[in-house]
C-alpha cells in the first residue's frame, strides 16, 4: 500500500509478501520477520555445531572404532544429504514455523504429523540436555575453577561420579542462559547465534590450519583399526556401527532453518539453501578436523584419545595455551548450539499449539507483542530441560542413554516427512503442478528420496540396538534403556492423542483443516 504516492521500501515490500503468503496457510503474522540468508544458515549450522558434537563426542568414535571410524563421517552425511534435499523441496513449499511438524501435516495423515511434532519436540528438549552436559567436557579444562564438584581426576569427565554431578551444574547455567535469551527475543537470538557460528567457523578454519603444520602422518592412518573388532560378534563392522553413532549424533538439527521460516525474509527461498548448507559445511570442516589432528597428534594410540578425545588432541599437539584459546571457541559454540536446539523447540510447540494440537493451546502458541516471542513455549522447555537434566545428576552412564536417545527422537520424525513424501512421488503427487520455481530435485527426486527413507529406516535399528558396547552389560535398564524410553514417549504420545483429537481445533476455536 502506497503513501501519498510513494513506493513502500523494498524490505517493507517484501515484508508484506510474505505475510501475505503466510495468510495464504491460514495463519497471520505474528513472529518477527527480521532473518536474513546468514540468520537462516547459522540457525541450522548452530544446531549441528562441530565444535560440539565432535568435541563432544571424538573420544566415543575413537575409542569404538579407532582412526578408520572416520569413515561413519562421509556414510552418515550421504544418508543426512539425501534427507535434507527432501526438507528443501518441503521448505520451499511450506515456509512455516514447525519444521517437520508443519511438512508432515502437508503431506501425511494428521496422526503422522502429531506424532513427528511430539517426538521432535520431546526430542529437542533431551538434545538441549546433551548438548548443555557438554560444558563439562570444554570449561574445566580451560580453567579447573569450573570444576565445582569433584576434583582434579573429574576435569574434562562426565564418566566420573564427580565429573557427571559437574557436567549437571555446568548444564543448568547454560540452559537458564538460553531460556533469557529466546524469552528477549529473536533479534537477541540472532545476534548471539550469528556471532557464534562466526566464531565457530573462523576457530575451526585456523584450528586445521594450526594442526596442519604439526601433522607427522600421512592419511593412511584412516585404516587403522587399532584391533577395535575385537569382541564383536561381527568383528570391525559391530565396531564401525557403534562408532557411526557419533556421526549420527552430530548430523541432525539442520531442519532448524525451515523452523525458523516465519522469521526469516523470502524464506521460500532462503531456508531451503541453508539447509543444504548447513549440513555441508558441517561435512566439509568437521572431517576435516579429524583427519588433520588424526595426522597430526604425538600419539596415534594414546589411551587419552578414548577418554578425552578432541581436548586432548588439541592440547597435547598445539600446547595449553593454543588449545585453550580454541577450547574456548568451543565453549562458545556449545552455547549457541543449545541456544538453536532449543529455539527449534519452541517454534514446534508454537505451530503446535497455533493448529490446537496442544493442551491449554491458546497460552503455548500466544507472541509477546514486547518480544515478539511465545514466551510460555520458553519457560517450558527450559524447565523440561532442567527437569531431564536432574533426573541424571550424578549419574555418569545416563549420559550416553541421553545421547542416543536424542538423536532415536529426530531420526523417527525424519522419517514421518521422507517416507509419506516418497509414497507421493511413487503415486506421481509429489512434486505438485503447482510446485513453482523454488528448490526442487528433478529427475534425481525418487532416487534421493528413496535413499533418504532406506538410510533412516537402517540408523533408527542401529540406534535402538541394545548393545553392551554403548551402555555397558551390568545393568540392563542401561542397555535398553534408549530403546525404553523411546517406546515411552510414543506411548504417552498416544495417549495425548487420543485424549486431545476431538478437541483438534486452533485456539480461535475455528475448525482446522488437516
Known amino acids: 500500500m502506497a503513501v501519498h504516492g ?4 523494498v524490505n517493507h515490500q517484501r515484508d508484506d509478501s510474505d505475510s501475505a503468503d503466510l495468510a495464504g496457510f491460514g495463519y497471520k503474522q505474528q513472529l518477527e520477520r527480521s532473518l536474513g540468508s546468514f540468520s537462516s544458515f547459522a540457525s541450522g549450522f548452530s544446531y549441528i555445531s562441530i565444535m560440539t558434537g565432535v568435541f563432544q563426542l571424538f573420544f566415543f568414535g575413537f575409542g569404538s572404532g579407532g582412526p578408520a571410524f572416520i569413515w561413519t563421517w562421509p556414510l552418515v552425511f550421504l544418508g543426512q544429504l539425501a534427507v535434507a534435499f527432501c ?3 518441503m521448505a520451499g513449499q511450506y515456509p512455516l514455523a514447525g519444521s517437520v511438524y508443519q511438512w508432515s501435516k502437508q503431506i501425511a495423515r494428521p496422526v503422522t504429523s502429531w506424532f513427528a511434532g511430539w517426538i521432535m519436540v520431546i526430542g529437542a528438549v533431551v538434545t538441549a540436555a546433551a548438548v548443555a552436559v557438554a560444558y563439562q567436557i570444554i570449561l574445566p579444562q580451560v580453567w579447573s575453577g569450573f570444576q565445582i564438584v569433584g576434583g582434579a581426576a573429574d576435569i574434562g569427565a562426565t564418566s566420573t561420579p564427580g565429573g557427571a554431578k559437574n557436567a549437571i551444574v555446568l548444564a543448568l547455567g547454560l540452559v537458564v542462559f538460553t531460556t533469557i535469551i529466546n524469552i528477549v527475543g529473536v533479534r537477541v537470538m540472532a545476534k548471539i ?42 568383528g570391525y563392522l559391530g565396531a564401525f556401527l557403534v562408532a557411526s553413532l557419533m556421526s549420527a549424533y552430530v548430523f541432525y538439527g539442520f531442519d532448524t532453518a525451515g523452523s525458523l521460516a516465519e522469521e526469516t525474509v523470502e524464506p521460500r527461498r532462503h531456508a531451503p539453501r541453508a539447509i543444504i548448507r548447513a549440513i555441508t559445511a558441517a561435512f566439509i570442516v568437521g572431517g576435516l578436523l579429524m583427519l588433520v589432528g588424526m595426522m597430526a597428534v604425538g600419539d596415534i594410540h594414546a589411551k587419552e584419545l578414548s577418554v578425552s578425545g578432541m581436548p586432548y588432541l588439541l592440547k ?10 580454541f577450547l574456548v571457541c568451543s565453549a562458545i559454540a556449545i552455547t549457541v548450539c543449545c541456544l538453536a536446539v532449543q529455539t527449534a523447540a519452541i517454534r514446534m510447540i508454537f ?9 491449554f493451546g491458546a497460552s503455548f502458541s500466544r507472541v509477546s507483542a514486547r518480544s515478539k516471542t511465545p514466551i510460555v513455549p520458553a519457560l517450558v522447555t527450559g524447565v523440561l530441560t532442567i527437569v531431564v537434566l536432574l533426573i541424571n545428576i550424578g549419574n555418569q552412564r545416563a549420559f550416553f542413554v541421553l545421547t542416543s536417545t536424542a538423536i532415536i527422537l529426530f531420526y523417527i520424525p525424519y522419517l514421518m ?18 510446485h513453482g520455481p523454488y528448490f526442487r530435485m528433478g529427475r534425481f527426486g525418487l532416487v534421493v528420496n528413496a535413499f533418504a527413507v ?12 541394545p548393545r553392551g558396547a554403548v551402555y555397558g552389560t551390568d545393568h540392563w535398564y542401561y542397555q535398553w534403556g534408549a530403546l525404553l524410553t523411546s517406546v515411552l514417549i510414543v506411548v504417552v504420545g498416544g495417549v495425548m492423542l487420543a485424549v486431545r483429537r476431538r478437541a483438534w481445533t486452533r485456539p480461535d476455536d475455528s475448525e482446522v483443516v488437516s
Open 6 to 9: 510513494e513506493s513502500l521500501p
Open 316 to 325: 597435547s599437539t598445539l600446547g595449553n595455551t593454543l588449545g585453550d584459546v
Open 351 to 359: 505451530a503446535m499449539a497455533r493448529d490446537g494440537r496442544l493442551p
Open 454 to 465: 532406506l538410510y533412516g529406516v537402517a540408523m533408527v535399528v542401529n540406534l535402538l540396538w
Open 193 to 234: 547465534n550469528n556471532f557464534g557460528v562466526t566464531v565457530e567457523l573462523g576457530g575451526i578454519i585456523l584450528l586445521i590450519i594450526a594442526l596442519a603444520v604439526h601433522i607427522k602422518r600421512g592419511p593412511q592412518v584412516v585404516l587403522q583399526t587399532s584391533g577395535a573388532g575385537a569382541g564383536h560378534s561381527a
Open 417 to 434: 516427512v521422507t517416507g509419506p513424501m516418497l509414497l507421493r512421488r511413487l503415486r506421481g503427487a509429489w512434486p505438485g503442478p503447482g
Open 87 to 89: 526438507f528443501a523441496e
